[in-house]
């Protein structure tokens, strides 16, 4: 069975551009989460979806960030503009429908975003 | 909200040693709790979970974590230690709905030979 899929893996820019990142869940998963992964602050969730709807967005860092989920198959976090501090791991987890509190988190490879 | 301390930033152990991670989480209703393992350019892999039931849970690789909610802990322990299990390891809590997971700061596990 694929994972959760997300691209690209490695991801090179200047600072003032703007940057997408995609991720595919799981078929059949209807929970969505972003995750940013650095040295200094661990792994912080940025925004969860349920059923392509946001539920919490708080862990977005400010306005530069903005994620969607046009549907249960696909979503993209996006900076615009980015900045060198975005520099990070970004990861895509996705899983089960709400209900069957036994099923974890499943985690793509990561996005490693580097902003010059 | 709840949150998960993971006092150990690093532990070095010796190939074939016994190993001990240590959790301790913080939250005011029955945890779900994870702990995960993470190779380097790689995502998250989940080792093993506790919901209810049984204390001591069994999981992939040979690694088994104990629930003891006296304590508020769920260390990771695996009696020998093979060279490719040198990886970061996470510690997760997260509500029933699974929805608001929180990880802690990670170990990360080096192994010598």
């Known amino acids: 069975d694929a994972g959760v899929i997300q691209s690209p893996r490695h991801e090179v820019t200047e600072m003032g551009q703007e940057v997408t990142l995609r991720c595919k869940p799981i078929?059949?998963?209807?929970?969505l989460f972003w995750y940013r992964q650095t040295m200094m602050r661990g792994l912080e969730l940025l925004i969860y979806f349920n059923n392509n709807v946001p539920i919490d967005d708080s862990g977005m860092p400010e306005d530069r960030f903005s994620a969607k989920m046009p549907n249960a198959s696909f979503s993209t976090l996006k900076i615009q503009p980015s900045e060198p501090r975005d520099s990070a791991v970004y990861f895509c987890?996705?899983?089960?429908?709400?209900?069957?509190?036994?099923?974890?988190?499943?985690f793509g490879d990561g996005t490693r975003l580097s902003i010059l | 909200a709840q949150s998960v301390t993971q006092p150990d930033i690093h532990i070095t152990v010796s190939e074939g040693a016994s190993l001990e991670l240590r959790c301790n989480y913080s939250y005011g209703a029955t945890p779900y709790l994870f702990w995960y393992v993470q190779s380097p350019g790689q995502g998250l892999q989940l080792l093993l979970k506790?919901?209810?039931?049984?204390?001591l849970v069994q999981g992939i690789k040979g690694f088994e974590a104990e629930f003891k909610r006296s304590q508020s802990s769920f260390n990771l322990r695996k009696p020998s230690v093979h060279w490719s299990d040198a990886a970061e390891y996470f510690c997760a809590v997260a509500s029933y709905n699974n929805n608001d997971m929180r990880f802690g700061a990670g170990t990360r596990l080096t192994v010598k030979p």
């Open positions: 078929s059949g998963h209807n929970s």
């Open positions: 987890a996705s899983s089960p429908p709400t209900g069957a509190p036994n099923q974890p988190q499943h």
């Open positions: 506790y919901f209810s039931g049984d204390t």
